[in-house]
């Protein structure tokens, strides 16, 4: 199973701002209600977690550089 950000739907007010800043289309909104599906696209840019006025999605995943390698 593909790791993907997750939406807390009690705190989600359908603003829409991760919607449109996905780049790969897996956030979308049906009838005021936000999905996110799960793809191989997700580049975890983490913008959707960023843009959230509402800390309604987490991504639940840490990028780490090791500079040692
Ligand atoms: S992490 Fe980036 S690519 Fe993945 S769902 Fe969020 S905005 Fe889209
Ligand atoms: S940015 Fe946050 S509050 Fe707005 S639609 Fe997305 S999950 Fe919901």
């Not at 799960?38 to 990028?63: H, K, R």
């Amino acid at each position: 199973m593909l790791e993907m950000p997750k939406l807390d739907l009690a705190k989600c007010d359908c603003c829409g701002l991760c919607v449109s800043v996905c780049q790969c289309g897996a956030i979308v909104m049906t009838s005021n209600r936000i999905t996110i599906i799960e793809t191989d696209d997700c580049g975890w840019c983490t913008m959707c977690e960023l843009v959230c006025p509402s800390n309604a999605i987490i991504c639940a995943y840490e990028i780490v550089f090791d500079n040692e390698v």
